[in-house]
């Protein structure tokens, strides 16, 4: 018997301690519930689901739905957020700045009346789980800026700021959200625009906007994000009327005009036709509002209501197919770019392959390319904008010359070897094909795209189709001191060889040879750069009757020799130059030539002059 009640006690008390625990653990700690004890009001926001206001004759119902508050009455439609936030933080920082007993108030009956407490205008509940009672708010008081408050029913009233009813004490339409839309203009990912015109299309693609009706087109990723932030950025100029009324007031039974836009969570979003029954917002446009100055009507489907939005919004029905195009010649992803063909008539084809970083005239051996002109041709083309657009259609090409185009550049990724994915070789995804020349234009049009345009013909001279001029610019790569033997012909012949590290001898030549300028000659040559490549020699680069020829070797048993040609001057004060064993002419500027024809001896010195003798004075008779 003393076993059980031992074990009843035991039990007992393990039971009271976890409920003293756990009630202990649901009470505030002392400075929390010194916080609290100031507080006019204690809620969680986090279960607070409704807030109702009463002031005088407008009811104002405010909801939490799905995350988001929602204005039900007087009217249905979208709350502001941050309006509505900000009045429950103003709640939760609300502070008793004072307050009187209910034994006083009790005593002195009317002082409840004396503070505007029996029957206030002005009234606010909120709705959820352990909410307070519903607030009264009564009279100023004697202080600047406090006023009496008291929950209903309650006989303590307290002295408060008035902070929350200036947050509450306004008209409903201070609490519908102005901002047209909680769609962001990077969430939309479809649009459809109808005006007196017709009807455009538009939809996003990885991450760049088509024009996909009346016809498919490349489409201005700025532009076509401006139209869009018409109306995801509009903000509300004045709240009109509900659309259950008469909307032909506001020329909104037929509206000129409307756009639609989707977000990626409408269902109908991936659609390409523009049939009934999709979701979607819509925004239709009415008339010029009258009474309200500088605004439209609209009315916007998904909040049921009619409203004024700028003028300016009237630009939309304006909208024409041209207006959303990019203009750039072709949009170009160079992540994938491995190989770039240039092709035209009555020249070979230039292959450029890239390695890693650098770039190779594929269809020359790999021999090494002018990687920083690859990259100028890539910028300039992607730069590059239409003059106009010229046909919508690709049936007339040879009208255009692009039948049989003139120049032609293809852009392929490339594959060493077979993959599940692909298989080996060139794999071109974009071409860009050029036709005739008209005026200061020329016709191009870029892959199957079916419309032709025009461009700046002299984007043509920026296409090298001479597959010389994409070598790249070192001409020699050596050191100075490899070099073991130098002849230089200009007006008369020189020749030197190497003595020893830094001496040298005359081959031809005499007088005491120049170290310094031999030096700076061969510093140049070593490491010679060619300003640009021009291309195929010609007559015109004047190489029959050079202006000086330099040869060279590079091995003490000078069988590696190299040979250098300056021929005529360029038009940009510089020379053509040529060298044996390479094809093609480049150029070389006048600081390299200077260097090149400094003089390998010294100046001879000066003879003394012979002093005459001084004659001596006659003597005197």
Do not use: C
């Not at 929602?70 to 502070?95: F, T």
């Not at 992540?335 to 063909?341: G, K, S």
């Not at 550049?409 to 298989?423: I, K, L, M």
Request: aromatic share 6%; glycine share 6%; hydrophobic share 40%.
């Amino acid at each position: 018997m003393k076993t059980r009640t031992t074990i009843l006690l035991l039990l007992l008390a393990v039971a009271l301690g976890v409920w003293i625990k756990f009630f202990e653990s649901k009470k505030p700690n002392t400075a929390a519930a010194k916080r609290e004890a100031g507080n006019v009001v204690n809620f969680s926001r986090e279960k607070l689901e409704g807030i109702t206001i009463q002031n005088g004759d407008d009811r104002i119902e405010l909801r939490r739905q799905a995350g988001r508050w929602r204005l039900l009455a007087p009217v249905k439609d979208q709350a502001d957020g941050a309006v509505v936030d900000n009045l429950i933080s103003d709640l939760e920082a609300w502070r008793k700045e004072g307050s009187i007993p209910a034994k006083e108030m009790t005593v002195e009956k009317g002082r409840m009346a004396e503070f505007g407490l029996v029957q206030p205008k002005l009234r606010l509940r909120l709705r959820g789980p352990e909410m307070p009672p519903e607030i009264w708010f009564g009279k100023d008081t004697a202080f600047e800026g406090q006023m009496y408050v008291r929950f209903a029913e309650a006989k303590e009233v307290y002295i408060a700021t008035q902070t929350v009813r200036n947050d509450i004490a306004k008209k409903p339409d201070e609490f519908r959200d102005r901002k047209l839309t909680d769609l962001t203009t990077a969430q939309v990912v479809r649009a459809v625009l109808r005006s007196p015109a017709g009807e455009i299309e538009l939809a996003k693609k990885n991450e760049h906007w088509e024009i996909v009706k009346p016809l498919q087109a490349r489409g201005d990723d700025q532009k076509i994000g401006d139209l869009l932030a018409q109306v995801t950025n509009a903000r509300i100029q004045e709240f009109v009327a509900d659309d259950a009324g008469d909307l032909h007031a506001y020329g909104l039974s037929e509206p000129r005009g409307s756009i639609t836009v989707y977000g990626a969570d409408d269902k109908s979003a991936s659609r390409t036709d523009s049939s009934g029954g999709e979701e979607g917002r819509t925004l239709q446009l009415g008339s010029v509002a009258e009474k309200i100055k500088d605004a439209v009507y609209v009315r916007y489907l998904p909040r049921h209501a009619v409203y004024a939005l700028p003028k300016q919004t009237d630009a939309l029905l304006t909208v024409r197919p041209n207006d959303l195009r990019d203009r750039h010649l072709m949009r170009l992803d160079t992540n994938n770019l491995d190989r770039l063909n240039v092709e035209a008539v009555g020249q070979p084809k230039t292959v450029l392959a890239r390695k890693d970083q650098n770039w190779t005239i594929a269809s020359r051996s790999d021999q090494p390319a002018n990687g920083d002109e690859v990259r100028r041709l890539i910028d300039t083309l992607n730069s590059q904008e239409v003059t106009k657009f010229v046909a919508d259609t690709a049936s007339e090409l040879p009208k255009y010359g692009l039948d049989q185009s003139q120049v032609k550049v293809t852009f392929s990724s490339y594959a060493s070897e077979n993959t599940a994915e692909t298989g080996a070789g060139e794999h071109p995804f974009l071409t860009l094909a050029f036709g005739k020349i008209e005026g200061d234009d020329v016709y191009a049009r870029v892959g199957e795209e079916p419309f032709i345009v025009a461009v700046n013909r002299q984007l043509l001279d920026k296409i090298w189709v001479d597959p010389l001029r994409w070598q790249a610019l070192p001409v020699f790569n050596f050191k100075p001191n490899d070099i073991h033997r130098v002849s230089r012909v200009t007006d008369r012949e020189e020749s030197l060889v190497r003595s020893g590290p830094k001496e040298w001898k005359w081959i031809k030549g005499s007088g005491e040879i120049d170290p310094t300028d031999v030096q700076s000659l061969l510093n140049t040559l070593a490491s010679l750069r060619a300003v640009r490549w021009v291309g195929a020699t010609t007559p015109a680069h004047g190489f029959e009757k050079p202006l000086l020829v330099l040869t060279f070797t590079t091995s003490p048993d000078d069988k590696a020799l190299h040979k250098l040609t300056i021929g005529n001057p360029t038009d940009d004060q510089m020379w053509f130059a040529k060298i044996d064993g390479r094809d093609g002419t480049f150029v070389v500027n006048q600081p390299d030539l200077n260097a090149l024809k400094l003089p390998l001896a010294q100046p001879a010195s000066p003879s003394p002059t012979a002093i005459p003798p001084v004659a001596s004075p006659s003597p005197s008779l």
